[in-house]
């Protein structure tokens, strides 16, 4: 009880210092580092864990999601410490004052600075996601295509496997987060081919097993059988069988982005792959639980007469730009929170007109309008703001131009150089 207290006036001071790091590690005289069973200190922890990405981050929006984060886990902390045996239970109300005064401190300066920033709400890096603060609000533009795939799930009689096909960075891996929130009927299942790197079959089937439960787990609390023992391809199917039999469970949607990469997985020579497709057509034919839905660039026309045979019942959806409205609408008022005429709407269709409606080019040019004037301490972009960002646009987007220019054929290649060389000589 004795060491309770101390590391509990510990604790308390390094959040009143602000010396957020030290109590995220529980470095002290009396706080006992990472070495420790105590569920109390761990969540103390990860509070200071926010309450210090709070107070490094520049961007004050940003600040005050860390802040909303961190006060979440002082609730629960709160709540803990009510049914914990820990001897720092006892004390943890006080450590809990002590770090509650720390938020508010920070969420007022925080505010503060966020009444002088505009807020950059645009996505450029990692795919749109339920789970960011604005995520929801920044999406646009896929109302028709989420009906369609709602409409082709819900079909009892019908269990075809469904293709999402677009263009690279038109947003399919933002579609497939989002049907987290947008199918609320269905536990989405989400394997991607290209942050998930796998060397062989049997260690691609073991972890999309290991991704389906994680995901269930944390969605809603849905515990999904474990991968079986035994031979690889008679494991999945063994796991598929589980899961269509699974008990008062949902339906389960199996998506795997970047699909074009599974050939990559089996051998040159051997019947791997054509088990593992006989293995998906069959799951498509016979289950009705568990459902698949694979998304990639190429359109399986483009894939050899394997992947034909083995799909013939696909429902291809197609993905592309956004419509010249909604990219405009986008720019215009991204967020409610958006301040008017940040971005005026003839800027935001000279944007569109340069962008096409690609959505990362899109996105791109709002967060590049919006830094610029942050930097500039201004508050509404103007033609010469939008032809200041483009040499940076164009610059951060050099990967994924390179990536269409090399996913070009030869011939179309030649084509755009020489669209290229004509738009020139007319300038």
Request: aromatic share 8%.
């Amino acid at each position: 009880r004795a060491l309770a207290e101390l590391q509990a006036r510990e604790l308390a001071r390094l959040a009143g210092d602000g010396s957020f790091a030290a109590a995220l590690a529980l470095q002290g005289r009396w706080l006992p580092g990472r070495d420790h069973d105590s569920a109390l200190l761990r969540g103390f922890s990860e509070a200071a864990r926010f309450l210090a990405a709070a107070d490094g981050t520049y961007l004050p929006h940003l600040a005050q999601q860390h802040l909303d984060d961190a006060e979440r886990q002082l609730a629960a902390i709160d709540n803990l410490r009510v049914s914990s045996r820990e001897p720092l239970a006892r004390f943890a109300p006080m450590i809990l004052a002590v770090f509650r005064q720390a938020l508010a401190e920070l969420r007022e300066r925080s505010a503060r600075a966020a009444a002088e920033t505009l807020p950059n709400p645009f996505v450029t890096g990692n795919p749109i996601s339920g789970a960011l603060h604005w995520g929801r609000q920044v999406f646009r533009g896929r109302e028709t295509v989420v009906r369609q795939i709602e409409g082709l799930l819900g079909d009892r009689q019908n269990s075809a496997a469904l293709a999402l096909i677009g263009p690279r960075r038109c947003g399919k891996s933002s579609l497939l987060n989002m049907f987290r929130l947008l199918l609320a009927e269905t536990q989405i299942v989400l394997f991607d081919l290209q942050d998930n790197p796998a060397t062989t079959p049997a260690v691609f089937y073991r972890a999309l097993a290991e991704q389906a439960r994680v995901q269930a787990d944390r969605d809603r609390r849905l515990r999904l059988p474990a991968f079986p023992d035994g031979a690889p391809i008679e494991a999945l199917r063994a796991w598929f069988d589980a899961l269509e039999n699974l008990a008062d469970a949902p339906r389960i949607l199996i998506c795997i982005d970047e699909f074009e990469r599974l050939a990559s997985l089996f051998p040159a020579s051997g019947n791997e792959l054509l088990q593992f497709m006989g293995l998906l057509r069959a799951t498509i034919q016979h289950r009705r639980r568990v459902r698949l839905l694979v998304a990639g660039a190429a359109p399986f026309d483009e894939l050899d007469a394997l992947w034909n045979d083995h799909f013939i019942n696909l429902r291809e959806i197609r993905i592309g730009y956004l419509e010249r409205a909604t990219a405009v609408e986008l720019l215009v008022r991204p967020i409610d929170e958006s301040p008017p005429e940040t971005i005026p709407r003839a800027i935001a269709e000279a944007a569109v007109a340069r962008s096409g409606g690609q959505p990362y080019l899109t996105q791109l040019y709002g967060s590049l309008l919006v830094d610029h004037l942050n930097a500039a301490q201004r508050r509404s972009a103007t033609a010469a703001d939008l032809a200041a960002v483009e040499e940076e646009l164009l610059d951060q987007a050099g990967y994924y131009f390179r990536n269409v220019w090399q996913d070009l054929p030869a011939a179309a290649q030649a084509i755009v150089a020489a669209a290229a060389r004509a738009d020139r000589a007319r300038r």
